[in-house]
């Protein structure tokens, strides 16, 4: 990938694309994301059989990248096709592992993220984030996503229900 850091930056940890040795700890920091907060409305971990199949999923018009520090991978951001039928959009994904929460690493996997899908062939790129999730809100506002709007009790998960807010940006020309 042009112009991805592969060398470790000053600030301990490197960004790159993922390689299938990373999926366990992926798929870890996901699941965590699962069973200990509502940044995903999935309440049931990934096993084995469902992280190799999103693994799979969507291959050429799809993204992973990985950033990796001396205990391996830290944090993940994907670009997948946005799951509705027809529309050629496509949604990001970014997950830190809570130790290193706040410290720029969101943020840095969503800046190499968003160089991409312009050649990919998109112009649009969503993410839809629960409306009470603050870093999630944070990482996008600040990073030049606008509200598109927010849909109430779109997801049921731990006994509550979760408004989701849709957010995007406009690929440049
Ligand atoms: C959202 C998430 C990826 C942010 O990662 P991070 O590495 O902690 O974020 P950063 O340190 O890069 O911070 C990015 C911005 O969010 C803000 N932010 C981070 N945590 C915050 C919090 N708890 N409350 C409010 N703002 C927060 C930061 O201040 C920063 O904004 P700034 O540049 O204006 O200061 C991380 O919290 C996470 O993995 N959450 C679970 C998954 C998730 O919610 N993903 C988003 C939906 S796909």
Redesign the pocket.
Known sequence: MVGMAKAKSRKGYSIRASTKDDLRAIVG?YNW?VNQ?F??IDSEPLDAEEAQAWWEMHGKRSLLLVSVDETGVI?WARLLPWKQRGFDVVE???????V???????????TELIREPRGLGYRTIV????RD????????S?QGFEMVGTIRNAAHKFDRWMDITLVQKSLEN
């Open positions: 920091i994301a907060t940044a995903t944090g990001c994904l970014v997950y830190v592992d809570p290193h929460h706040g410290k720029g690493i969101g943020a840095a996997l969503l993410a839809s984030i629960a999730n603050r870093a999630g809100l944070a990482l996008y600040r």
